[in-house]
């Protein structure tokens, strides 16, 4: 019940941080909602919830609460179950009239979490729920705490056995946030409307981060469109990451031209690889067709994965370094275009294609 909420809350802060409106009432129920379904089909069914919420218009002069006047806001989800896949897809349409104000879609856990995770460059790590003002040790740091944190294609809420993980394409904040009943939520930032570079009045961040300039195409009016999957799994699935990068990242589809050496057979991978819990961040061409591979451990588990290159012209897989050196890596073990790599915990490994 509730399980998806929209969220606007006074905002007075800046581009770098978001400071919030003492006293002031979050907006969370809409004035009027029409629910209609999209066509369904055996590939899919969807459900579009369109919603009229009332917001305060903008700060007071003052900065100090939201104003009395307001202004309509329209935002409408859809809600798409996809045959084959067992997540739901939802995409936000929001039409922001409103000014310096923060606007989230809270995704609810059926439980009370214990551990939230956030992906991060490469690694999942883990960020505290809820974090009191002292947690940075010190009554009067230069920035006080706050649950948000950037996130990369996903985050991940469990209790122990049960994981909410929410996957997003190009949504770069979200937030662990405890509620009244006892489950916590997984809030995702759709906007932040704010007016200025820096300010130097912020309560959560004293003095400035930057110049204080005037930024009022910051107030991001208009059309906003945003993407976001939400999945139940258990807590030691090896597939999560996997999961959300092929939402976070879809397949797409080419027209191809000019001669090839040796196409690839109809389905065939380019890259054969069988542990889904090894992500393959980059393969990168070269000129003199010695391609480069990197891949990284995304868990916190030593892992052991086998993969095989079916490229055109390739005889041999070497390890190199960073810094593309050939090096003698007894974690890797190769066998003409075949290679098994043991990886320790967040490990990183880039392999050359000779």
């Known amino acids: 019940e509730d399980a998806l909420r929209v969220v606007s809350e006074g905002d007075r802060g800046d581009e770098y941080n978001f400071d919030p409106v003492p006293g002031a009432v979050r907006v969370e129920r809409p004035d009027r909602v029409r629910v209609s379904l999209g066509a369904a089909s055996e590939g899919e069914v969807s459900a579009v919830i369109a919603a009229k919420y009332r917001v305060p218009a903008e700060l007071t002069p003052d900065r100090e609460a939201r104003s009395g006047s307001s202004s309509v806001l329209s935002v409408t989800l859809r809600i798409r179950l996809v045959s084959g896949l067992d997540r739901v897809d939802v995409e936000s349409r929001v039409d922001n009239t409103a000014r310096d104000h923060r606007l989230r879609l809270h995704l609810r856990a059926p439980f009370t979490a214990r551990r939230f995770e956030v992906e991060s460059a490469f690694e999942t790590a883990e960020r505290p729920i809820d974090p009191p003002r002292d947690a940075f040790g010190s ?21 122990g056995q049960r994981a909410l993980t929410v996957a997003n394409r190009g949504l770069a904040e979200v937030d662990a946030v405890p509620e009244a009943d006892g489950t916590t939520c997984l809030a995702v930032t759709l906007l932040r409307a704010v007016g200025w570079l820096s300010r130097g009045d912020l309560r959560l961040r004293p003095g400035d981060a930057g110049p204080g300039l005037a930024t009022p195409g910051a107030q991001v009016a208009g059309q906003h469109r945003a993407e976001l999957s939400i999945r139940l799994h258990p807590v030691d699935s090896v597939e999560r990451v996997s999961e959300a990068h092929r939402f976070a990242n879809p397949a797409r589809a080419w027209i191809g031209g000019g001669p090839v050496d040796a196409p690839l057979a109809d389905g065939v991978r380019l890259l054969e690889i069988d542990d889904p819990a090894v992500v393959v961040s980059a393969i990168e061409p070269r000129a003199d067709r010695r391609p ?45 275009t075949r290679a098994t790599l043991s990886l320790r915990p967040w490990a990183i490994a880039t392999l050359r294609i000779c």
């Open 139 to 159: 009554e009067s740091p230069s920035e006080f705490p706050v649950g948000a944190t950037p996130q990369r294609s996903f985050a991940t809420l469990d209790d």
């Open 292 to 336: 480069v591979l990197r891949l990284y451990n995304a868990s916190d588990q030593p892992r052991t994965v086998s993969l095989r290159w079916n490229g055109p012209g390739a005889r041999a897989i070497e390890s190199v370094d960073l810094m593309e050196r050939r090096t003698q890596d007894d974690a890797v073990s190769t066998e003409e």
